[in-house]
Nanobody, 125 residues
Framework: VQLQASGGGLVQPGGSLRLSCAASEFTLDYYAIGWFRQAPGKEREGISCIGSKDGRTYYAESVKGRFTISRDNAKNTVTLQMNSLKPEDTAVYYC???????????????????WGQGTQVTVSS
């Protein structure tokens, strides 16, 4: 079982990036998927998620209105479209899933127990 985040890079303030979370050997559609980030010297924070059964989405206040999470079931991926990026968005971004397929809200960050490798996002002029 593998989970891999990709799509990071260097972008100027106000720019956009599209992150993808891809899975091998299991179907993402069955599980809640969360996006987290960790900036240097800071704790990891959950920023967005999408539920499995209800498809509900959640956004932290820091990204609401700028980021959009969605599923592409045909590609077995979950994407995070990030617009209007700010320098404070600079971090390593991770996707994660709850392999227990819990029915708890996807913003229950403690339930995520399987993590992929992160992708670096740097917002700088």
């Amino acid at each position: 079982v593998q989970l891999q985040a990709s799509g990071g890079g260097l972008v100027q303030p106000g720019g956009s990036l599209r992150l993808s979370c891809a899975a091998s050997e299991f179907t993402l559609d069955y599980y809640a998927i969360g996006w987290f980030r960790q900036a240097p010297g800071k704790e990891r924070e959950g920023i967005s998620c999408i539920g499995s059964k209800d498809g509900r989405t959640y956004y932290a206040e820091s990204v609401k209105g700028r980021f959009t999470i969605s599923r592409d079931n045909a590609k077995n991926t979950v994407t995070l479209q990030m617009n209007s990026l700010k320098p404070e968005d600079t971090a390593v971004y991770y996707c994660a899933t709850d392999t227990t397929a819990s029915t708890r809200p996807c913003s229950t960050w403690s339930m995520y127990n399987y993590w992929g490798q992160g992708t670096q996002v740097t917002v700088s002029s």
